[in-house]
Every structure is written in C-alpha cells, then in structure tokens.
C-alpha cells in the first residue's frame, strides 16, 4: 500500500491549509490513519488519528480545537483540515497507515507512510 499526501504550502499565521492522503487501495477504507508531524530539528509528532469504530478520532493537545481529521471511505482518503495556523505548526507532514482499525498514537504501531508534504507558517 502506497500512501500519497499533499497539499501542504505556505500559509500566514492565522490561516488554513487542508493536507489529503490518497491510499493506493481502497480497501484500506477499513484501517486506522494517522497525521504526524517533524519539525526542523525536532522528532516527530503525534498529530491526529482517526480509527473504524470505537472512538471517531484522538488528536494532539497542541492542535485540538484548531484541526480536524476526517476519511472518505469510498475513496480510501483522509484529510487534515487546519485551521487558525501557527509558526509552531511549521513541520513536514505525514499520512500514515496500521494494518489495523484501531486508533494509536505511537508512530511505531503504524506499518504504512507517505512522503511527507510541507507545511509553513509565518508570523
């Protein structure tokens, strides 16, 4: 399974972006999917996971209230909105895949990830 993420750009404090994931496969419709994130000279981060039942979806204390994570289940995507940006959410951003329908957080639990697309804030 191939994970595809875009839509990252360069964005004032304040604004919006909205980050996509494309699965190779469909039937990945039915496994959980994570948004993490690097920061220059930091280690990746939790950002937000959605699951197939159970809870609808965990995100980071950092970003709670200001993004959202959602799926389009026909299509096999998920998708970041972010909004009210801040410099602090500068980073690359990666979709990720678990073989599995439960949510996690801890980035070694997932088995499948995509490039990376940049995401830039300023002040």
């Known amino acids: 399974v191939q994970l595809q993420a875009s839509g990252g750009g360069s964005v004032q404090a304040g604004g919006s972006l909205r980050l996509s994931c494309a699965a190779s496969?469909?039937?990945?419709?039915?496994?959980?999917m994570g948004w993490f994130r690097r920061a220059p000279g930091k280690e990746r981060e939790f950002v937000a996971a959605?699951?197939?039942?159970?809870?609808?979806?965990y995100y980071a204390d950092s970003v709670k209230g200001r993004f959202t994570i959602s799926r389009d289940i026909r299509k096999g995507a998920v998708y970041l909105q972010m909004n009210s940006l801040k410099p602090e959410d500068t980073a690359v951003y990666y979709c990720?895949?678990?073989?599995?329908?439960?949510?996690?957080?801890?980035?070694?639990?997932?088995?499948?990830w995509g490039q990376g697309t940049q995401v830039t804030v300023s002040s």
């Open positions: 990720a895949g678990r073989r599995f329908a439960s949510i996690a957080m801890n980035a070694t639990t997932y088995d499948y």
């Open positions: 496969r469909r039937t990945f419709s039915n496994n959980a």
């Open positions: 959605i699951g197939w039942g159970g809870p609808a979806a």
